[in-house]
């Protein structure tokens, strides 16, 4: 909906809203079995609250649409992902709390392995350990560029952020990873006098990372990707006048919250001990942000054993999510993440909401066919905060 | 889907798409027996398909409203049938071959039986025969306008396309058609300098071909509508980048995909020899419309069995079009043409979509009840060509 409208509809009340994005949540059915994920795995604390829940699929983007995981939060938040488009790079910055200002461009950046050629081995250096990789990025901090300060910080494993800070830089550079091994890192090109003149820049560092590299023997190379200026993007506390924590482990998903205008709350791995966070903050908060992130990982592997374990984990801690009441409790996933294609998937998303106000469908269980019975249908992911608006009757009458 | 999206997202694949239009595919239930078109017939193979299929219902255009061929079609490919309208002249000019230049107006011409006073008493002549009509267009050729060229086309039966050429025409021209008997055809009129100019000479072209059919029994009269300029609309192939072919027979259809960048291959009529053709075109294309006719006509006549009849018939060249194994067959309608309705109508119309990548629903039969069950629940037509894509693997991810 309109984000101006939302303003103006909400109203304060004193009810809670909890969402849980577990990442990567949809599935498909193995064709042996005929059962995806949720079917395969035993989850009987969603199933039996899909029962008493307004439960459907959710369009993260649009049909046809493969999200990555930006706008498929961004749109769980009730941020249009086609009007909000949010470069990777400052989702890593921001995810790390490195303070990008304005006229910043960041990037996100891969230590990746050369071959002898040139060509790329490895697109993840053997997947670095964080450990070896902020050596590295330490010793990448000796480039000088012309006319730009230059930060390159340590994100997790092989990943890193680089930030040029100057007047005069543009973001609409291209990226320097082919996404593929075999090939040579791509030159960055730029559109337009700043962007170009930015990805000389860019190159210019490239040249003399390879350089200082090396002597490694993965991590020899590099790629940047995601070049992204600091976007502006209505605050979401102040658009749906909730006060709103994010209880999130991974850089990213941190970033993201933060951008939205969220406040990250620190917080070890573990949904025990996200729980205790928000049992010790709840006062503090109207909205809290929950994000699962291992049944994404456990589909990226193409590990379908892996993902139910993940569902089945996530399971467990339901019964203590209830306890804590929330006015609201949302299940949901920023996309779908088939252990079959081990890889996001443009398939709807099983969603759940859970209050006093339901009203329920036809749904038996928690999973991708019966979510088709329930009383939301295939709805477009944006379409969730106002739905939790209304539940926590937190937005007014519309038209007298 | 943003059309300028569609090309930043889509990526080469070996894939194949089919895309099978059964013309007026939608149907309506008999009081007596309850059963729509779909119901009655006997369709095994097309009912077994939509238990293995993502199956809904394709709303055309938007609800309530009954799509002309033109924008049905469109739809399906992907154009906004509000954003690009096509008026019918350009489709019939287009499929008969006819080359419109850039300032030629064409229009749809139907013969009509007036009467003494002037009235119609048949609309479409007594479905003049081919041969007939196109003696009859051979004499309106004599006809001079004023400062314009003129051709007259025959195009099938009572129909012909009648194309002005010359500068400064207008487009914004009405139709002499009444839409009913008993009344005289009407002047055209025109909005704005250039289409009253234009009007002006639609109705001095009409004067003269009434007075050089005048002596004919029954087509002594004709009607004139749909009057339009070649329109400008992004080329399919270029848009989705695919390879595009389309195996149709009737002239508006082959038209329409022409207009969208298609290449219309020449095929006798009927299904087979539609299959061998994609058979032996197989490697130069990676998208095949088929286009279907038998549906509509039959519901157009009113005749429930014919159109029991026309869809037992395709049923039953499915296991040949599955044969090709195509990475995606879609099964679509352009719009409902209910034999009760004896039109064109705005219901919803099954549709189903084949691939390695299914999510299925809970459709136990092609039919429009069991539809509603399906994975893909009821959708605008539009978004048919990015859910192929998905599923052909040809769309890149959206956003970080």
Chains 1, 2 share one sequence.
């Not at 392995?113 to 990448?140: C, Y």
């Not at 299940?331 to 009203?359: E, K």
Request: charged share 20%; proline share 7%; hydrophobic share 40%.
């Amino acid at each position: 909906m309109d984000l101006e409208l939302a303003k103006r509809l909400s109203q304060p009340a004193d009810t809670k809203i909890i969402l849980c994005v577990m990442d990567g949540l949809g599935g498909l059915a193995r064709a042996q079995t005929l059962r995806s994920e949720l079917e395969a795995a035993s989850v009987p604390n969603l199933d039996r609250l899909a029962t008493r829940s307004e439960v459907g699929l959710t369009t993260p983007v649009g049909p046809g649409i493969t999200p990555g995981s930006g706008p498929g939060h961004l749109a769980l938040f009730g941020y249009d992902p086609y009007q909000f488009d949010i470069g990777r790079g400052v989702l890593e910055a921001t995810g790390i709390d490195f303070e990008l200002g304005p006229d910043d461009v960041a990037a996100r950046g891969n230590f990746c392995t050369l071959g002898p050629n040139g060509a790329i081995t490895d697109r993840r250096a053997g997947r670095v350990p964080t450990e070896v990789s902020t050596g590295l990025v330490e010793r990448l901090r000796a480039i000088k560029l012309d006319g730009v300060e230059t930060f390159v910080e340590p994100v997790r494993d092989h990943r890193f952020v680089l930030v040029l800070r100057g007047a005069g830089l543009g973001d609409e550079v291209s990226t320097t990873d082919p996404q593929r091994e075999g090939v040579a890192p791509l030159p960055a090109t730029g559109t337009g006098d700043q962007s170009q003149r930015t990805a000389e820049l860019v190159n210019d560092f490239v040249r003399q990372a390879h350089a200082i590299l090396a002597d490694q023997p993965a991590a020899n190379g590099l790629t940047l990707r995601g070049f992204a200026k600091y976007p502006s993007i209505p605050a979401f506390p102040e658009t749906w006048g909730v006060r709103a924590a994010a209880l999130a482990v991974y850089p990213m998903y941190r970033g993201l919250a933060k951008i939205a205008g969220m406040t990250p709350l620190a917080c070890p791995a573990g949904m025990p001990e996200q729980l205790r966070v928000i049992r010790e903050r709840w006062d503090d908060f109207d909205y809290f942000f929950v994000h699962y992130k291992k049944t994404d990982a456990a589909g990226e592997d193409g590990n379908f054993e892996a993902k139910c374990h993940a569902l089945q984990e996530f399971d467990a801690f339901l019964p203590e999510l209830l306890a804590l009441n929330a006015d609201v409790l949302m299940i949901a996933g920023d996309h779908s993440t088939p252990a079959l294609m081990a890889a996001h998937s443009w398939h709807p998303v099983p969603f759940l909401l859970y209050s006093q106000f339901c009203r329920e469908g036809n749904a038996a269980n928690f999973n991708e066919q019966e979510c088709l019975k329930g009383s939301l249908g295939v709805f477009p992911a944006v379409d969730v905060m106002p739905l939790a608006m209304a539940h926590a009757l937190r937005f007014q009458k519309y038209g007298a």
